[in-house]
């Protein structure tokens, strides 16, 4: 698998999560197997006004190779953002045209432009020809049922000098609901001859294998299945490199995961920052665990770490 000049020993990616997939999150992924992750996305007018925010949001650490993801409907100001991203040193440019979230589609970027092609070339192009690393597009199967385009969309991109496309089986009036549509990826493969990354419904290794079968994509993306799950990635590795099923960790190894986890975040943000973003990570993590709702419900009272760390060692034996 290559984008560009950067080849990749793993198919199995960390698809760029807002809110989710930070430093401390991509990192611990990258120790799992992640071959790949990208940064939260980032507004383009915010990266060239010189937002604070921003550059906090594509600070890279070890995770690499980790690509830079932007937003916007402005091919200069697209382009001029992804000279900034260039400061923090990732491998990859990625332009987010997928992002169903109403403050990012409803004000021209993200997937509203799907409706738009033509802009979404311009910005493409812009893009391609103001930096010398990669650049990828992530987009979705189409605005909604009535318009889907994402074969469209993928041969722009490609014309525009994209070096890669992130296909997301779903349209945007869909959000995360209903199920990934396997044919519209399968037909972008076909249509365009730089790679493309399929991404939707990927939970673990049968879902992975499930992808590439039906679609025939030259690597996957992992969004929420990863979620209270980085080792999703050693286990997907496993299976397609050597037909190996790794064991599910222990209740105990989960919890230790999570309290590395949020270890990080404090490393990174603070521990209040950090305590509060425990309580929506501590819910993936304890899913389906006994103690686990009374665990989540409790944290969310939490302001320490030490006290995160006391509930989850009550939580590891009761279920041992």
């Known amino acids: 698998m290559e984008i560009g000049n950067l080849k990749f020993e793993h198919i199995a990616f960390l698809a760029p999560m807002a809110g989710v997939a930070d430093r401390a999150f991509r990192e611990l992924c990258t120790h799992y197997g992640a071959a790949y992750t990208v940064t939260e996305m980032v507004s383009s007018k915010g990266l060239t006004m010189g937002d604070k925010k921003s550059g906090e949001l594509l600070t890279i650490g070890s995770e690499h190779p980790c690509g830079a993801q932007i937003f916007g409907d402005e091919p200069e100001i697209m382009a001029q953002a992804a000279v900034k991203c260039l400061e923090y040193r990732p491998e990859i440019i990625d332009i987010n045209m997928g992002c169903p979230a109403p403050k990012v589609a409803m004000n021209g970027g993200g997937a509203s432009l799907m409706k738009h092609p ?19 597009v992530k987009i979705r199967k189409g605005w909604d049922d009535d318009s889907v385009n994402a074969v469209q969309m993928a041969q722009l991109a490609e014309k525009a000098g994209a070096a890669a496309i992130a296909v997301h089986g779903r349209t945007r009036v869909q959000m995360y609901s209903g199920t990934v ?13 730089i790679p493309v990354i399929g991404n939707g419904d990927i939970t673990d290794e049968q879902s992975a294998t499930i992808m590439l079968e039906k679609t025939g994509c030259d690597a996957i993306m992992i969004g929420r299945g990863a979620l209270g799950n980085p080792w999703v990635f050693s286990k997907i590795n496993a299976y397609l490199d050597e037909c190996r099923v790794l064991p599910d960790p222990t209740v105990t190894q989960k919890m230790a995961v999570m309290l590395r986890h949020i270890e990080k975040i ?44 006391e509930l989850a060692f009550k939580v590891a034996k009761e279920n041992s």
Do not use: N, W
Not at 181 to 193: C, G
């Open 118 to 136: 033509d802009l979404a070339y311009e910005i493409t192009k812009a893009v391609c020809g103001a930096v010398d690393i990669p650049v990828t």
């Open 181 to 193: 549509d396997y044919d519209i990826i399968k037909a972008v493969k076909s249509a365009v001859s």
């Open 266 to 309: 404090i490393e990174y943000k603070g521990e209040y920052t950090a305590m509060r973003e425990a309580r929506h990570h501590a819910g993936y993590y304890t899913k389906g665990m006994r103690g686990g709702a009374a665990m989540r419900r409790e944290i969310c009272t939490f302001e320490h770490f030490e006290q995160l760390e």
